[in-house]
């Protein structure tokens, strides 16, 4: 009975950090989608939301690799989810921003935040693959 409450709480986890990466995906589709004429569409904006969600599913708390004293390895998957988790987060910070404050900063800032959120669930992606791959 406790092997199922357990599971059903993980599964009920990654299911929210997956809403929430959606959310992030819907304010950064929002606000470059609405700077960027030729990004103006649904099709933009779901991608967006799936983009964030697979990336915030899986790069959000991967498996974490055994300590090892003697090789000092450091955790690539870690590293890489943690910098994908800060670019994501801070791309749609800072879109939700623009988009509150009404505020209409030069072009080079929307494409700056485009770049962040897609190299932010890249990393997560790529973080959480790799955690997984070494079960």
Request: aromatic share 10%; proline share 3%.
């Amino acid at each position: 009975m406790r092997f199922r409450v357990r599971n059903t709480a993980h599964v009920f986890e990654r299911v929210g950090l997956a809403m929430a990466g959606a959310a992030c995906g819907l304010f950064v589709g929002a606000y470059v989608g609405s700077a960027i004429p030729t990004l103006t569409t649904q099709g933009f904006l779901l991608l967006m939301m799936a983009l964030g969600a697979v990336g915030f599913y899986l790069g959000i708390d991967t498996p974490q690799m055994p300590f090892d004293d003697a090789h000092g390895d450091i955790d690539a998957a870690e590293f890489l989810s943690a910098a994908g988790t800060l670019c994501a987060t801070l791309t749609a910070l800072v879109s939700v921003a623009v988009i509150v404050l009404r505020l209409d900063p030069h072009m080079a800032w929307t494409w700056l935040v485009f770049a962040g959120w897609i190299a932010g669930v890249a990393m997560q992606i790529v973080a959480g693959a790799k955690a997984r791959m070494r079960k």
